[in-house]
């Protein structure tokens, strides 16, 4: 049997990483991982979570199976972060997944069961596991134009263009907030007329928040997501804890079908269902973490505070690159990177010119030009922005 499989494509992140360790020069940078670092290079675990954590493990008395879909006080405290009071909680029927990967991977199987004739769209470019699971699974996929490679924002003529191309029950994959992997989001009235267009066109959300918090904060970053709920008969949201609570190896995810009331007990059966079906039980470790701190007044205050340390982090960076950059440059070409929102920008150049930072300065970002924001500290950005120049970006 197994001498039949084949080699599978490598994946070209796990390559960069791999690559990266492997370079003994001590100056390197590695913008590549999707993963936040302090500027000491450290991926903390959060206070909160640490907090969380002590208490679940002075009061836990069982490791017993949860359920199917998980604790659902979880799936309260995360409907609530997620969409707040937009959405009737009866209309939502939701389940935990292994990661925001696990969620979208059951939204899939879900649509696939529901309506296997439906297209799936995707924005060109989007995160690399989105095509790949739907090719996996068989699925129909099409692709709407998103990221301008002059302005280095959306391209939102094309976008909604592509998307004239919808047929009823069709599937539009959208980014919640922090695109990933450009950085570029919608305007609130660009949102406005997404839910317009697909309303008119009878086709269904998928939404995939997977930074809330890493971009403007909390609210403003469930802001699109939560008007797309309120506005469509159904949705589907995908949502993780990875990042926002720097709980990544707990893989914390959660899967979110939103839809008529009436139909609610059919929709949560078969959620338990495909639960049942990939993995049986979800994890809980991670779910009860998130839902302890979500449901105490104390440990939630602090979890946004530090959240909010790390996004403005983030945001200095971004200002401090850009603006080196127009020191260097003596333009504006690159305020485009103050503008982008999450830990990632694109920065719009060739595979080419990456390699060159890569070999000149030991600069390691994706090939389609992806660099993670948060891998950078204060001393760093001057390193990166000289190579970027020095490459002829």
């Given at each position: 049997m197994l001498e039949h499989l084949k080699d599978q494509p490598a994946d070209k992140i796990l390559m960069?990483?791999?690559?990266?360790?492997?370079?003994?020069?001590?100056d390197k940078i590695d913008l590549g991982v999707g993963v936040y670092k302090d500027p000491t290079g450290l991926t903390p675990v959060m206070r909160a979570v640490k907090a969380a954590e002590q208490r679940i493990w002075e009061s836990q008395d069982s490791k017993a199976y949860t359920g199917l879909a998980g604790d659902p006080a979880y799936a309260?405290?995360?409907?609530?972060?997620?969409?707040?009071?937009?959405?009737a909680r009866d209309r939502v029927s939701a389940v935990a997944t292994p990661g925001g990967t696990g969620a979208?991977?059951?939204?899939?199987?879900?649509?696939?069961?529901a309506a296997p004739e439906a297209t799936v769209w995707l924005s060109a470019p989007t995160w690399p596991n989105h095509p790949s699971i739907i090719k996996y699974l068989g699925m129909k996929m099409a692709e709407y134009r998103y990221f301008d490679e002059a302005t280095r924002g959306v391209d939102f003529g094309g976008m909604m263009s592509d998307l004239a191309g919808l047929k009823s029950g069709d599937v539009v994959l959208l980014h919640g907030c922090c695109h990933n992997p450009t950085?570029?989001?919608?305007?609130?009235?660009?949102?406005a007329e997404v839910i317009a267009?697909?309303?008119?066109?009878?086709?269904?959300?998928l939404i995939d928040i997977a930074y809330q918090g890493f971009g403007d904060g909390l609210a403003a970053d469930a802001a699109a997501t939560r008007a797309v709920a309120g506005a469509m008969d159904e949705c589907l949201i995908a949502a993780s804890c990875s990042k926002n609570f720097g709980i990544y190896r707990e893989r914390t995810g959660i899967l979110m079908a939103i839809g008529d009331a009436a139909r609610g007990k059919t929709t949560q059966g078969t959620l338990n269902f495909l639960?049942?079906?990939?993995?049986?039980?979800?994890?809980?470790?991670?779910?009860?973490?998130?839902?302890?701190?979500?449901?105490?007044?104390?440990?939630?205050?602090?979890?946004?505070?530090?959240l909010e340390e790390v996004r403005n982090t983030m945001l200095g960076l971004r200002t401090q690159l850009a603006d080196e950059l127009r020191r260097l440059s003596n333009s504006d070409r690159f305020d485009f990177i103050a503008h982008h929102?999450?830990?990632?920008?694109?920065?719009?150049?060739?595979?080419?010119?990456?390699?060159?930072?890569?070999?000149?300065?030991?600069?390691?970002?994706?090939?389609d030009s992806r660099m993670n924001i948060a891998g950078l500290n204060s001393e760093t950005v001057p390193i990166l922005a000289k190579a970027i120049i020095d490459a002829g970006v």
């Amino acid at each position: 049997m197994l001498e039949h499989l084949k080699d599978q494509p490598a994946d070209k992140i796990l390559m960069l990483m791999q690559a990266y360790r492997e370079d003994p020069r001590a100056d390197k940078i590695d913008l590549g991982v999707g993963v936040y670092k302090d500027p000491t290079g450290l991926t903390p675990v959060m206070r909160a979570v640490k907090a969380a954590e002590q208490r679940i493990w002075e009061s836990q008395d069982s490791k017993a199976y949860t359920g199917l879909a998980g604790d659902p006080a979880y799936a309260d405290a995360m409907v609530g972060l997620v969409l707040g009071d937009a959405v009737a909680r009866d209309r939502v029927s939701a389940v935990a997944t292994p990661g925001g990967t696990g969620a979208i991977r059951q939204a899939l199987e879900l649509i696939r069961m529901a309506a296997p004739e439906a297209t799936v769209w995707l924005s060109a470019p989007t995160w690399p596991n989105h095509p790949s699971i739907i090719k996996y699974l068989g699925m129909k996929m099409a692709e709407y134009r998103y990221f301008d490679e002059a302005t280095r924002g959306v391209d939102f003529g094309g976008m909604m263009s592509d998307l004239a191309g919808l047929k009823s029950g069709d599937v539009v994959l959208l980014h919640g907030c922090c695109h990933n992997p450009t950085g570029a989001n919608l305007t609130g009235d660009q949102w406005a007329e997404v839910i317009a267009h697909l309303k008119a066109k009878g086709a269904v959300p998928l939404i995939d928040i997977a930074y809330q918090g890493f971009g403007d904060g909390l609210a403003a970053d469930a802001a699109a997501t939560r008007a797309v709920a309120g506005a469509m008969d159904e949705c589907l949201i995908a949502a993780s804890c990875s990042k926002n609570f720097g709980i990544y190896r707990e893989r914390t995810g959660i899967l979110m079908a939103i839809g008529d009331a009436a139909r609610g007990k059919t929709t949560q059966g078969t959620l338990n269902f495909l639960n049942r079906q990939n993995y049986s039980f979800p994890p809980d470790h991670g779910a009860r973490i998130v839902s302890t701190i979500l449901n105490d007044a104390a440990l939630r205050a602090d979890w946004e505070a530090e959240l909010e340390e790390v996004r403005n982090t983030m945001l200095g960076l971004r200002t401090q690159l850009a603006d080196e950059l127009r020191r260097l440059s003596n333009s504006d070409r690159f305020d485009f990177i103050a503008h982008h929102r999450g830990m990632f920008s694109r920065i719009g150049t060739t595979a080419e010119k990456v390699e060159k930072m890569r070999a000149d300065s030991g600069i390691y970002m994706v090939s389609d030009s992806r660099m993670n924001i948060a891998g950078l500290n204060s001393e760093t950005v001057p390193i990166l922005a000289k190579a970027i120049i020095d490459a002829g970006v």
